[in-house]
């Protein structure tokens, strides 16, 4: 199968998204595709400011296991497993860990409505 399909952030907001039962895999890898930064973005972070690049996330092992209703231990075994498949990059330090999609941009194109309006046209027009 080939080909993506977006999915808009705002499915977190769903009743199926706010479930009580704990993450599986899927659903936390999907969880963490829509927690990354869709761009750069400065953060205030203990007494200064962290850049997040487009594509990362700042959080923790707490943060994850409490969201993904997973033990610590979990969440960091799962983090290990992305990252020996060359899913993410992470980097951990005893407060926080920062995630790096690999080929984030690649899956997640920017697309601006002008693209969208051009191709809308050109598929109804029969034209290219």
Known sequence: MEGW???HRQIKENWIWKSEEPFD??????????TVNHKNKKIPFENG????????TLTSIKQLSEKWK???HKVSDFLDQLERDTMI??????????????????YQAQINNKDIVSDILRDRLGTY
Not at 49 to 56: H, K
């Open 5 to 7: 399909i977006n999915i």
């Open 25 to 34: 895999k899927r659903s936390a890898w999907i969880d963490l595709l829509l």
């Open 49 to 56: 400011f962290i850049e997040i690049e487009r594509g990362q």
């Open 70 to 72: 997973w033990s610590r």
């Open 89 to 106: 990059v992470q980097v951990r330090d005893t407060r926080k860990t920062l995630v790096s999609i690999v080929n984030y941009d690649k």
